[in-house]
C-alpha cells in the first residue's frame, strides 16, 4: 500500500478527532505506508504542510486521547477551491503533492463546503482520468448534511447543551422567589434549529423541560414571543426560552440584526448584538421582568469533556468507513450513517455519491415543532439515542488531557 | 434527640447540595428524630415553609444524587435579617417556629452575608438565653470567605472554567490560520479574583496556559491592557484573555460601567455591556483584531457535571461537621477547613467564631500576580489540589439526572 492524506475543515466539534482516530487507525491496520495529516486543511497540503501522524499515534493510549481532543487536532481552514473549470492551479497542486508523496487517498473531514471540496477535486481526477481517490467524513454541530441521519458532532453537542441547559435551569429554578428570571438560551445554527432543537432533550424525569424554543425553521413573529413572554410572567416563576441564533424576522431580518438601527457600542459604532441579548432587552424594556441571557458560544462546540459515546465511536467508525471504501476503490462519495431501528438504535454507515451532498442543508422538519414551541415526539425519538452514553475525559492535575499534533 | 433544621441561602454552587447531604447523612446517624429543610432559605422557615428531608432522601442513592444537583435543592434566599437590637420581630419568629417543630439546631450553608445570619441568630439566642444552637457551613464559588484555607464549591468552579478554558483554547487555536482571534473570558467574582485565577490551572503539560489574566486586586490599567493585546496581536496567533467581571479602572468605576455614556441598546436604553463584551469591543475598535467574548454566565457555579471529587467530599465533610459540632453543644461557629499538608494535600475542618467570619471578605494576596498577568506557583500550590479527582453524574436519558426537593 501506499500513502494516504486526512484533512479537517469548517468549524470544529468534540467529536471530529474520533473520526481522524478511526481513519488514522484503520488506515495503518490496513498497511498504508504513510499516513499523512493535512496542517489546517487543504491550505495546508496546497503549500505541502503535511505531517506525519505516527510518531503522534503509536501509542493505542494516544488514539484515545485524540479522541478526547476537542477541535480539529490538525488545525482547520475555511478555504474553497476555485471551480477548475475556470482557474485550475489548485487542482494540479494537490495532484502534484500528492504524487510527490506518493498519496493514492484523500480524506477530508468536514460539512457542507468541506464536501465541495471532496466534489470538485473527486469531479476533476476523473475528468483527468487520474488515479487518487477523494472521500469525504462528515462532521458538524448543525447537522445539516442531506441523505445522512445524522452528523458526527451533533450528538455531542447535543448533550452538551441538554446537560448545560438543565444545570441553568436547577440555578435558575433554585433562586431568590422575589426575582423570578426569564433566561434566555442562545444556541448555535445559522440556518438550521438542529442544535436549539436540543433543548427538547432537557425534559426528563427530574425536570419539566424548557418553556419555549424557538427555531430558525420558522419565521420568528414578534408578537407571539411577546405573548410567551407575558404568559410566564404571569405565572411568576423562573422560566427558560431557547432561541436559535439564526431566528429571523418576516423580512428575512436576523433577530439579531434588528439591534443595528439603534443600538451602539461603548465606542460608538453600531451594533448587531447577539439575538439572546436583544430579546432580553426586550423583555426586560417592554415588561420590566428580571431576565438573564446565556450564551453558548464555541463552548457549545468544543466541550469534549461532556461527548456523548454514541457520537464519538460512531465518527470512529465513520473514519473507519471512509478508509474501508477508499481502498475498496471508491472515490466521490461522503460516508453517510443509516438508521436501522430505533429501539434499540442501530446505525450502519455507507458511502453515498458527493453530489448528492455537497452544497445542500437539511432543515429540520417544521412539523416536528409543536405550536406550543416545544418538539414533537419524533424529534425525541429521532435525538435522543444520539446522546447516550459517555467518554469519560483523560484527566491529568484535575483537567482533561488533550493531544496536540504539529504545534 | 430532637430536630434540626438545614438551610441554603446565597448564589447556588456546584458543591452546596453535598454540604446538605452531609449534613442530612450526619444527624440521621446521630439520631435526629426529624430533619427539616427551609424552602428558600431564612425567609421560609420565617413563614413556617419547612420539608421533611427522609421521603427525599430515605434510599442511600438518593444522597448520590443529590451530591450531584447543582444549586440549592432546597431553593435560596438572599434575605437579611434587622440589626434585632432595633427590630427582633424576624429573631423572636425564628425562635417560635424552631420551638413549634421541637429544633434544636440551625443550620445554614452560605456566604458571606449568611454567615451574618447565623452570627446575628447565636448573638440573639446567646443575649436572651436560648437554648438553640446555629452553626454556619461555608459555600461560595468566589472563595472569599475569611479564616477557611478555601471554600466548599470553588473546586468545582475552578475545574470548570480551567477544563472549559481548555477546550475553547483548543478549538482557537485550530482555527483558520488567516483569522486568528483574541479571546476575552469574562469570569465571575465581583470583588475577589480567586475563581478568573482558576484560569491559571489550565496550564499544563499540553497547553501553555492563557495569555494574560485580570484580577479585580489591582487596579484595570486601560493603556497596559493595550500593550498586552498590541503584544499578542503583532505575533498574529489565537490568543485569550481571562479577566475577572470585577476589574475596576483607577477612578474606581468597574470595566463593564465604562460603556453607560455611550452605549445603548436597541430600545434606546443606556446600557451596561459585559466587562469582556467591552473589551472586545476595544480590541476591535482601536487595534481591528478579530475577538469574541465568552462569558461563563451561570454556567460556572453550577455545572455539576463536571465537579471536583475533592470540592464535593470536603463539602459533604463541611455538613458533617457542623453537625457533630452543634451535638457537642457548639453554637455560632462556622465550619472552617485547615490545610494540614500541601503534598500529600490534606484538609481538616474546624469550628471558628463565627463573628471572626461574617461579613469579612478575603482577597486574593496580590502578591501571587506575577508582573506579566500570570498567577505564580503560590497559587498553583494552593488550587491545584483543589480540581483533583471527578464526581461523574449519574446519567438517565443521556442527562445528568438531578435530585427535587420540594417542587
Known amino acids: 500500500m501506499r500513502n494516504i492524506v486526512i484533512g479537517q475543515s469548517g468549524g470544529p466539534t468534540a467529536a471530529i478527532n474520533a473520526s481522524l482516530a478511526g481513519a488514522y487507525h484503520r488506515a495503518k491496520e490496513l498497511g498504508f505506508d504513510v499516513v499523512y495529516g493535512m496542517h489546517h486543511g487543504v491550505e495546508g497540503l496546497l503549500r505541502e504542510d503535511l505531517i506525519e501522524l505516527e510518531p503522534y499515534l503509536d501509542d493505542p493510549e494516544d488514539i484515545e486521547v485524540l479522541k478526547r481532543t476537542p477541535a480539529s487536532a ?73 441523505v445522512t441521519d445524522h452528523c458526527p458532532g451533533y450528538g455531542s453537542a447535543a448533550k452538551y447543551i441538554a446537560t448545560s441547559l438543565k444545570e441553568v435551569m436547577r440555578d435558575n429554578n ?40 424557538f427555531l430558525p425553521e420558522q419565521v420568528f ?49 453600531k451594533q448587531m448584538s447577539g439575538t439572546a441579548a436583544y430579546l432580553c432587552g426586550l423583555i426586560s424594556s417592554e415588561f420590566g421582568y428580571k431576565t438573564r441571557y446565556i450564551e453558548f458560544s464555541t463552548l457549545q462546540r468544543a466541550a469534549s469533556h461532556l461527548a456523548s459515546r454514541t457520537d464519538i465511536e460512531e465518527a470512529f467508525d465513520c473514519g473507519v468507513a471512509a478508509v474501508n471504501l477508499a481502498v475498496e476503490g471508491h472515490t466521490g462519495e461522503m460516508i453517510v450513517m443509516v438508521r436501522d431501528t430505533d429501539s ?64
Chains 1, 2 share one sequence.
Open 74 to 146: 490538525l488545525g482547520t481552514c475555511r478555504y474553497r477551491l476555485k471551480d477548475y473549470r475556470e482557474d485550475d492551479s489548485d487542482y494540479r497542486k494537490v495532484i502534484e503533492v500528492m504524487e510527490k508523496y506518493d498519496i493514492e487517498v484523500f480524506l477530508y473531514i468536514g460539512g457542507n463546503d468541506s464536501m465541495d471540496t471532496v466534489k470538485e477535486l473527486s469531479d476533476y481526477a476523473a475528468e483527468h482520468g487520474l488515479p487518487q481517490r477523494f472521500m469525504g467524513v462528515p462532521k458538524t454541530i448543525d447537522n445539516d448534511l442531506p
Open 174 to 213: 433554585a433562586g431568590d422567589v422575589h426575582k423570578p428570571t426569564i433566561i434566555v438560551a442562545e444556541i448555535m445554527g445559522r440556518n438550521a434549529g438542529w442544535l436549539t432543537a436540543a433543548a427538547a432533550l432537557v425534559k426528563s424525569g427530574d425536570c419539566s423541560g424548557v418553556d419555549a424554543i
Open 221 to 269: 413573529d414578534m408578537d407571539e414571543f411577546r405573548r410567551v413572554v407575558r404568559e410566564l410572567g404571569e405565572k411568576g416563576k423562573p422560566a427558560i426560552i431557547a432561541v436559535s441564533e439564526g431566528v429571523r424576522v418576516a423580512d428575512g431580518r436576523y433577530v439579531c440584526e434588528l439591534a443595528a438601527d439603534v443600538a451602539v457600542d461603548a465606542f460608538g459604532h
Open 344 to 407: 434499540p438504535y442501530a446505525c450502519h454507515m455507507e458511502g453515498y455519491d458527493i453530489h448528492s451532498v455537497a452544497n445542500l442543508e437539511k432543515g429540520l422538519p417544521v412539523e416536528w415543532i409543536t405550536a406550543d414551541h416545544q418538539m414533537s415526539e419524533a424529534y425525541e425519538h429521532y435525538a435522543r439515542p444520539l446522546i447516550q452514553g459517555e467518554v469519560l475525559p483523560i484527566f491529568v492535575d484535575g483537567v482533561p488531557q488533550h493531544l496536540l499534533i504539529g504545534e
